[in-house]
């Protein structure tokens, strides 16, 4: 059967070729748009996974060849794109589309465009580096007079924006907030909502323009406010505390049904809005009198309008019993909020039940007593079938003693204990009740039978609340001390970070002891290597330390979270029992005589409910007061060293990540600043290597230029000239002490120029910082005598902290890249053991030179450490990372991180060879690319295609027949890669051939990205991405991308766009939009 | 709000909706994890489940479950009508909907629930309002091509596969 299927769904795809065909485009539009249904059909018909697999991989076999074909119409790619949505959601990769969804989204008509939108926001995620395609886009929609656009990109930017690109659309964003429609401001104030979640100090400015949008006349645009009130509120409460009385205002309103009927839930007011103001007026009112006066009323008006007619109305209930909770107390609303939990916890609706006894746990945190009213209900959920429930019913038991005995209950839970049908873990959460109970109970026969059974548990996690209850037992006047009768545990005070523990954990870590790793970190680890627990005799060893039996998890206080794999070998050394993770148990007597389960690992997958606080409480102070008593830990223990662990960052040794610490914030700032400094290059389009690779390229161009001189002639002087400037200044700057920065100004000054100041100006590089690192390195001292023989790039100050400074810089020699990095000793010590390794990476081959290792090095001077690198195959950007490390007067050890980017072109060298052999090679390559490319009139001449392409490419020109021309480089080791290329009117025939496949096309891309810089007239095609590529890497084409734009600045009005001056080629800009008042 | 899923009785999913970012790997695995727990709960459990760190909702209407992922401090019950507030505009945009119309139109039905929520927020409560939204966006949409796909996928198979309308189970 199912190969029929197949064997139809293989059909599929040339019936509707024949359709097309034979009927026209009628019925190919029929076709196509049903196909995700016989997609859908298909799917359901199949019976294996199997089948799905090869089904699926088929169709997206399919849809890559359709939206990569150049007469796929944008109607059939927004086909194409629902169908990717639909084969992503089944779990298959379809990331080839994920381009084609940011061009339907730039292109398409506003239903197109609202598919490639979601497409979009389904595809990626904030930090995907193809977003940053879709910027330019948003823009255009968002001055769009059209409702439906300016909604779709409002709604995009809402969901999915990259926050280094908010300052270009915020002014937009912001204007809408006074937009005539509703709708367009309420997606306005979501969109800022999500720019305040992700970059809050970039809509620090727009305060004022929130309070205005809580005032809006529209509900939903006020609704919508509330959301960014509430963030901000939560985080900082006394900032608002001004607006209470606006809060009260609108909740008053809202509760008096004051509203349009439009925004009643099931003729409940606004339900939404309710319960987002009563969320904020119990984070306004906490601990605040005053404050909380203002909102009595109100919340007693909620409390008695909510009519129990529908579910919405218990959750206005419940947010209200948690305010009247969270605020300061007024003992007549505390009354009535805890008599109308009644309604919850009697209803048989078992959700309902779970809010009441949640909501009871918040009661009896201020006062046990009126939880009382509630407790035989309580009592007759432990026999409810849903565990959830049963865990929230036994947080909350023990103090709800009244009416009956402490013994009946203790009976009624043993008996409960006793049943198969519960789980261990309801289990151990019951005898934890009992401990709590046996204080109060008269008689412990009970008692004493349950300690009996179960410190014999199999189950690890019963057999320590058992011990627990043991040793409570038998020190009554200390259990009852603990354990007050009438109390619930809220006066006590909780050492919730455990500090006692510090000085055991450090203990135990010195004796190499594993730091304490998460829970779910153990169980990925554990699912990753199928462990098998393996458990030895316990020894004698640990019996009478109380606390050793904490080994290996109490090392959580020491940057726990980076440990590796370090539960095993912690545990191995301390020679004794093998558990997972941490439920350990043993007595003072020592050794339990019992084998063990495997129980503990499941019951731990279960999270601890929040609620139970109280039972924690008391875990907590049984910890701290009984630190004499042997204690295993539970699962409140664990929850507590987690929290400990993120209290204790900090206090770990040096290697660790201190926040605190001054030698960390160091490491940090760098970290920081070398991340600005890839997205920077990211961002600016590897400004410094394109001005780089010019500079070099024109030295380059000084031993070359007399070989076709003649052809330049006609050129005009304009060029050669500046390339004369250019070596100039590298002449004499890269050899005196002018930073890079300053030349790339100055060449910004020169006249219009071709290469060299591209897009300095189009990303406001931080200039400034840029000259200071620079200037701090002397570069006359640094380089190395090799560098006057080859061609270099500038010196990069790669990192620095205020001992060193290393900076990096490439000598282009013949048969490799030689990378240096000269570390310079600014500090007036001199530094030991100086170390300087680089990372292995996946594309290249690094070699040390011989002298790299320089142990010492003085005060103020520098010295240099030499790799060379191999490409070992070709891609167009990859990066080479790290560090440096060094001893500072035999005391610490500093070390620093650093990467530098390297591009294909660094391994690309001239390949001088004759015009026969080129023959020769050409024929026998059998990869080749062609691409034909327009030029602009005044750049057709042959010429300056060749100048660029020889300055850029490093190409070799070999011959110059005509308006043909050959040119050749090779791929370092030794991969030739040849280039015929013919100038014919305003078209450039490029045609790459080579021994390597990927070579040409990478070349290609190069070329273009050449002729891009060149022609202002031509349109920039948006580069299809491999996933592969490095994110630099695409952040290149994505200016290529803005290139395609026009300047506003002299052009239309509003600019907002980047684009590329028609006046002076070459020239970038972004003009960022400015408010329009 | 932090994600939403809506998967089917049998475990496949109809729709998911990410409102923090994830990797595709941690999306399949938390999908994946969710699915499982939530089918294997039986109709008189509560709609809630502590998972991690965070809370689960869920909800089931005929065939297909709402599953939505909350924080510590977000009110159940709430999120609870947002599921049903949601399956009543997608009732009346589909009329009387059921699991065939998410199937075979999942991108109105994404479209609708980006008019409703946005950015993992409750966007507008008003039920007119929504539509509304939708309708202004649907409005150059060639009416044709939505019914007829309905009637040409949808009808046949409707009875095979879907159960019906989707009716709400009540609580």
């Known amino acids: 059967m199912s190969d029929i299927v197949e064997k139809t769904l293989t059909a599929l795809p040339g019936l509707f070729l024949q359709n097309q065909s034979a009927t026209g485009p009628a019925a190919a539009k029929a076709s196509f748009s049903s196909r995700l249904g016989g997609l859908v059909r298909g799917i359901t018909a199949l019976t294996s996974k199997h089948e799905e697999e090869k089904l699926i991989q088929q169709e997206l076999n399919n849809l890559k060849a359709t939206v990569s074909a150049p007469n796929t119409t944008l109607k059939m790619m927004k086909e194409c794109m629902v169908r990717l949505i639909y084969c992503e959601m089944l779990g298959y990769d379809a990331s080839f589309g994920y381009i084609h969804a940011i061009k339907l989204a730039q292109q398409g008509n506003l239903l197109e465009k609202r598919v490639g939108y979601l497409a979009v926001s389904l595809f990626l995620h904030e930090s995907h580096e193809l977003l940053l395609l ?6 255009k929609d968002l001055q769009s007079t059209n409702l439906v656009e300016v909604c779709m990109a409002l709604t995009i930017v809402s969901q999915i924006f990259p926050r280094e690109m908010i300052p270009a659309v915020l002014p937009l964003v912001e204007d809408k907030l006074q937009h005539s429609k509703e709708i367009i401001r309420r997606k306005a104030v979501l969109a800022l909502y999500k720019f305040y979640l992700i970059a809050p100090n970039q809509v620090q400015h727009i305060h004022i323009k929130f309070r205005k949008a809580l005032c809006d006349r529209d509900v939903g645009v006020m609704a919508a406010s509330l959301h960014i009130y509430l963030k901000m509120i939560k985080e900082n409460s006394s900032a608002y505390k001004d607006l209470t009385g606006s809060f009260v205002t609108i909740l008053k309103q809202v509760v008096g049904g004051k509203l349009p009927a439009d925004f009643n839930y099931h003729s409940v007011p606004a339900p939404w809005l309710q319960i987002q103001l009563l969320r904020i007026l119990g984070l306004l009112g906490k601990d605040d009198q005053r404050t909380s006066e203002l909102m009595y009323d109100v919340l007693d008006e909620s409390l008695r309008r909510a009519e129990l007619n529908h579910n919405v109305t218990y959750a206005i209930l419940f947010e209200c019993v948690h305010t009247v909770y969270s605020i300061y107390p007024k003992s007549e609303l505390l009354e009535k909020a805890a008599k109308c939990i009644g309604k919850f916890v009697l209803s048989p609706k078992i959700n309902l039940k779970y809010l009441g006894l949640k909501a009871l746990t918040y009661v009896i945190q201020q006062d046990p007593t009126l939880a009382l009213q509630h407790q035989m209900t309580i009592i007759e959920c432990l026999d409810h079938p849903d565990p959830i429930i049963k865990r929230e019913v036994l947080g909350e038991y023990s103090y709800l003693l009244g009416k009956e ?33 046996t204080p109060q109970a008269h008689s412990s026969n009970i008692v004493e039978r349950l300690i009996q059974e179960f410190t014999t548990s199999l189950d690890t996690c019963l057999r320590q609340h058992a011990f627990e209850l043991k040793h409570l037992h038998e020190n009554v006047k200390f259990m009852k001390g603990l354990l007050p009768v009438d109390k619930s545990c809220e006066d006590m005070v ?107 690992d499941e ?50 040794s040096e290697s660790t990540i201190n926040l605190l610490g001054k030698a960390d914030t160091l490491s940090h700032k760098f970290r920081r600043k070398s991340k600005v400094k890839e997205t920077k290059s990211g961002q600016t389009t ?42 100039e200044l590298l002449d004499s700057e890269s050899l005196t002490e002018l930073p890079l920065v300053e030349k790339i100004s100055n060449c910004r000054l020169s006249t219009p120029s071709l290469f060299a100041d591209n897009n300095m100006e189009v990303f406001h590089p931080p200039q400034s910082t840029a000259a200071s690192l620079a200037n701090e390195i002397s570069l006359a001292s640094s380089l190395l005598e090799e560098t006057t023989e080859h061609m270099h790039s500038d010196l990069m100050e790669v990192c620095n902290n205020e001992t060193i ?22 500090s007036a010590s001199e530094l030991k053991s100086a170390n300087l390794e680089i990372a292995p990476a996946e594309n290249f081959k690094i070699t040390e030179q011989p002298g790299c ?8 001077s520098t010295k240099n450490f030499q790799y060379s690198v191999q490409m070992e195959k070709p891609f167009t950007e990859g990066n080479l990372s790290g560090f440096i490390n060094y001893q500072v007067m035999d005391t610490h050890s500093v070390q620093l991180e650093f990467s530098v980017n390297l591009s294909l072109l660094d391994f690309i060298r001239p390949l001088k060879i004759s015009t026969e052999d080129f023959g020769k090679l050409w024929l026998s390559f059998a990869n080749d690319v062609k691409q034909n490319v327009k030029m602009s009139e005044s750049q057709a001449a042959l010429p300056s295609t060749l100048k660029a392409l020889q300055q850029e490419l490093r190409l070799h020109v070999v011959d110059i027949i005509g308006n043909e021309g050959l040119l050749a480089c090779q791929l370092l080791p030794s991969i030739p890669c040849l280039l015929h290329f013919r100038v014919h009117g305003d078209m450039l025939a490029l045609w790459f051939r080579s021994s390597c496949s990927t070579l040409p096309d990478y070349l290609l891309y190069q070329c273009q990205k050449v002729r891009a810089w060149i022609d202002p007239q031509v349109p920039v095609p948006i580069p299809c991405f491999h996933p592969g590529l490095t994110r630099a890497f695409k952040a290149e084409c994505f200016v290529s991308v803005f290139l395609s734009s026009r300047c506003k600045k002299h052009g239309k009005s509003g600019g907002d766009l980047v684009s590329k001056d028609s006046e002076s080629p070459g020239h970038l800009c972004i003009v960022y939009p400015k408010t329009q008042n | 709000m932090q994600f939403m899923l809506l998967f089917s009785r049998q475990g496949k999913l109809r729709l998911q909706k990410w409102y923090v970012p994830l990797s595709d790997k941690e999306k399949k695995k938390i999908t994946r994890e969710l699915v499982q727990t939530v089918l294997a709960r039986k109709p008189k459990m509560c709609s809630f489940l502590e998972w991690r760190d965070l809370k689960i909702v869920y909800k089931r209407y005929a065939s297909l479950y709402f599953c939505c992922a909350i924080e510590d401090q977000d009110n159940e019950l709430i999120t609870l009508e947002i599921i049903h507030r949601y399956v009543e505009l997608l009732d009346k945009y589909f009329g009387s909907v059921c699991e065939l119309d998410i199937i075979f139109n999942f991108e109105k039905a994404y479209f609708i629930l980006d008019e409703f929520l946005l950015g993992g927020e409750v966007q507008e409560t008003s039920k007119k309002n929504v539509l509304k939204a939708i309708e202004q966006a649907d409005l150059l949409q060639e009416k044709t091509e939505h019914v007829s796909a309905r009637v040409s996928l949808g009808v046949r198979k409707r009875t095979r596969i879907c159960a019906g309308v989707l009716t709400c189970i009540k609580m």
Request: hydrophobic fraction near 35%; charged fraction near 25%; aromatic fraction near 8%.
């Open chain 1, 686 to 727: 590897t400004a410094q290597n394109m001005t780089r690779s010019s500079f070099s390229s024109s030295s380059n161009v000084t031993y070359e230029e007399d070989y076709y001189l003649d052809n330049l002639q006609d050129r005009g002087d304009k060029e050669v000239k500046k390339f004369s400037l250019n070596s």
């Open chain 1, 853 to 860: 290792c320089l142990p010492v090095i003085e005060a103020e």
């Open chain 1, 405 to 437: 005995t402490g013994e009946e209950v203790i009976t009624k839970l043993y008996k409960l204990l006793t049943s198969d049908s519960i789980s261990s873990e309801t289990k151990a959460w019951i005898i934890a009740a009992v401990t709590k109970l």
């Open chain 1, 134 to 139: 879709l910027v330019n886009t948003v823009v």
């Open chain 1, 805 to 826: 400074s290393v900076s990096s810089y490439k000598i282009w020699k013949d048969e490799c890249l030689l990378m240096v990095w000269s570390v310079f000793n600014k």
């Open chain 1, 494 to 600: 909780v050492d919730a970070s455990l500090s006692f523990l510090d000085g055991f954990v450090a203990e135990e870590l010195s004796q190499g002891a594993a730091p304490y790793k998460p829970h779910h970190q153990r169980q990925e680890e554990k699912l990753s290597q199928e462990k098998v627990l393996s458990f030895e005799p316990y020894g004698l060893s640990f019996s009478s330390s109380g606390f050793s039996g904490r080994q290996s998890p109490a090392g959580i206080s020491l940057g726990s979270d980076i440990s590796g794999n370090s539960t095993d070998t912690g545990l191995k050394e301390t020679n004794s029992l093998k558990l997972e993770g941490i439920k350990k148990l043993w007595g003072k007597e020592g050794y339990l005589p019992k084998k063990e389960s495997k129980t503990g």
């Open chain 1, 603 to 652: 019951t731990e997958a279960l999270p601890v409910p929040q609620e139970n606080i109280i039972m924690e409480n008391v875990d907590q102070i049984i910890t701290k007061k009984d630190q004499s008593q042997v204690l295993t830990q539970s699962k409140e223990e664990k929850e507590k060293q987690l929290l400990a662990s993120s209290l204790f960052v900090g206090l770990g």
